[in-house]
Nanobody, 123 residues
Framework: QLQLVESGGGLVQPGGSLRLSCAASGFILDRYAIGWFRQAPGKEREGVSCISKSAVSTNYLDSVKGRFTISRDNAKNTVYLQMNSLKPEDTAVYYC????????????????WGQGTQVTVSS
Protein backbone atom coordinates (compact mmCIF):
# COMPACT_ATOMS: atom_id res chain seq x y z
CA GLN A 1 0.00 0.00 0.00
CA LEU A 2 1.43 3.35 -1.09
CA GLN A 3 1.35 5.85 1.74
CA LEU A 4 2.75 9.25 2.68
CA VAL A 5 2.69 10.34 6.30
CA GLU A 6 3.38 13.90 7.42
CA SER A 7 4.55 14.81 10.91
CA GLY A 8 6.09 17.72 12.76
CA GLY A 9 3.23 20.18 12.77
CA GLY A 10 2.11 22.05 15.85
CA LEU A 11 1.59 25.41 17.49
CA VAL A 12 4.45 27.89 17.31
CA GLN A 13 4.86 31.57 18.05
CA PRO A 14 5.56 34.05 15.26
CA GLY A 15 9.24 33.96 14.40
CA GLY A 16 9.55 30.36 15.49
CA SER A 17 10.54 27.27 13.53
CA LEU A 18 9.15 23.86 12.70
CA ARG A 19 10.44 20.98 10.62
CA LEU A 20 7.88 18.91 8.79
CA SER A 21 8.63 15.38 7.68
CA CYS A 22 7.04 13.36 4.90
CA ALA A 23 7.75 9.64 5.20
CA ALA A 24 6.88 7.21 2.44
CA SER A 25 5.94 3.59 2.78
CA GLY A 26 5.14 1.08 0.10
CA PHE A 27 7.19 2.83 -2.59
CA ILE A 28 10.65 4.23 -3.23
CA LEU A 29 10.53 7.97 -2.74
CA ASP A 30 13.54 8.80 -4.92
CA ARG A 31 11.53 7.89 -7.99
CA TYR A 32 9.19 10.80 -7.36
CA ALA A 33 9.21 14.55 -7.21
CA ILE A 34 7.77 15.61 -3.86
CA GLY A 35 5.74 18.72 -3.22
CA TRP A 36 4.59 20.42 -0.07
CA PHE A 37 1.21 22.12 -0.22
CA ARG A 38 -0.89 23.96 2.32
CA GLN A 39 -4.52 24.84 2.73
CA ALA A 40 -5.88 27.44 5.08
CA PRO A 41 -9.58 27.57 6.03
CA GLY A 42 -11.64 29.02 3.21
CA LYS A 43 -8.70 29.08 0.81
CA GLU A 44 -7.57 26.93 -2.05
CA ARG A 45 -4.71 24.50 -1.65
CA GLU A 46 -1.46 26.10 -2.78
CA GLY A 47 1.97 24.79 -3.63
CA VAL A 48 4.60 25.78 -1.07
CA SER A 49 7.70 23.97 -2.30
CA CYS A 50 8.81 21.11 -4.48
CA ILE A 51 11.96 19.02 -4.82
CA SER A 52 12.96 16.94 -7.81
CA LYS A 53 13.80 13.24 -7.64
CA SER A 54 17.53 13.85 -7.42
CA ALA A 55 17.18 17.01 -5.31
CA VAL A 56 18.98 19.00 -8.00
CA SER A 57 15.96 21.25 -8.47
CA THR A 58 13.86 22.95 -5.82
CA ASN A 59 11.28 25.68 -6.00
CA TYR A 60 9.34 27.78 -3.54
CA LEU A 61 6.26 29.93 -3.23
CA ASP A 62 7.41 33.55 -3.29
CA SER A 63 6.08 34.26 0.19
CA VAL A 64 8.22 31.52 1.77
CA LYS A 65 11.47 32.06 -0.12
CA GLY A 66 14.36 32.60 2.26
CA ARG A 67 12.37 31.17 5.17
CA PHE A 68 11.53 27.59 4.12
CA THR A 69 13.94 24.93 2.92
CA ILE A 70 12.96 21.63 1.32
CA SER A 71 15.31 18.66 1.41
CA ARG A 72 15.21 14.92 1.00
CA ASP A 73 16.98 11.94 2.48
CA ASN A 74 16.36 9.13 0.05
CA ALA A 75 18.10 6.63 2.30
CA LYS A 76 15.40 7.31 4.88
CA ASN A 77 12.66 7.61 2.25
CA THR A 78 11.76 10.97 3.75
CA VAL A 79 11.38 14.57 2.60
CA TYR A 80 11.61 17.52 4.96
CA LEU A 81 10.36 21.08 5.03
CA GLN A 82 12.29 23.31 7.42
CA MET A 83 10.20 26.36 8.21
CA ASN A 84 11.87 29.33 9.90
CA SER A 85 10.67 32.82 10.76
CA LEU A 86 7.10 31.60 10.73
CA LYS A 87 4.29 34.10 10.35
CA PRO A 88 0.60 33.89 11.26
CA GLU A 89 -0.23 33.74 7.56
CA ASP A 90 1.67 30.44 7.36
CA THR A 91 -1.09 28.84 9.44
CA ALA A 92 -2.62 25.97 7.45
CA VAL A 93 -2.80 22.24 7.06
CA TYR A 94 0.37 21.15 5.29
CA TYR A 95 0.36 18.19 2.92
CA CYS A 96 3.08 16.37 1.07
CA UNK A 97 2.42 14.77 -2.28
CA UNK A 98 4.28 12.73 -4.88
CA UNK A 99 4.32 12.69 -8.65
CA UNK A 100 6.37 10.63 -11.06
CA UNK A 101 7.60 13.43 -13.28
CA UNK A 102 9.04 16.89 -12.72
CA UNK A 103 8.14 19.31 -9.98
CA UNK A 104 4.89 21.20 -10.23
CA UNK A 105 2.98 23.67 -8.12
CA UNK A 106 -0.38 22.31 -9.24
CA UNK A 107 -2.10 19.98 -6.76
CA UNK A 108 -4.04 18.22 -9.54
CA UNK A 109 -0.77 16.94 -11.02
CA UNK A 110 0.15 14.96 -7.91
CA UNK A 111 -1.02 11.41 -7.51
CA UNK A 112 -0.21 10.40 -3.94
CA TRP A 113 -1.11 12.49 -0.90
CA GLY A 114 -0.57 12.37 2.83
CA GLN A 115 -3.28 13.11 5.37
CA GLY A 116 -1.84 16.49 6.35
CA THR A 117 -0.41 18.06 9.48
CA GLN A 118 -1.67 21.23 11.13
CA VAL A 119 0.66 24.19 11.52
CA THR A 120 -0.59 27.06 13.66
CA VAL A 121 1.44 30.22 14.09
CA SER A 122 0.05 32.34 16.87
CA SER A 123 1.11 34.23 19.97
Amino acid sequence: QLQLVESGGGLVQPGGSLRLSCAASGFILDRYAIGWFRQAPGKEREGVSCISKSAVSTNYLDSVKGRFTISRDNAKNTVYLQMNSLKPEDTAVYYCAARTYFCSGRPAEFVYWGQGTQVTVSS
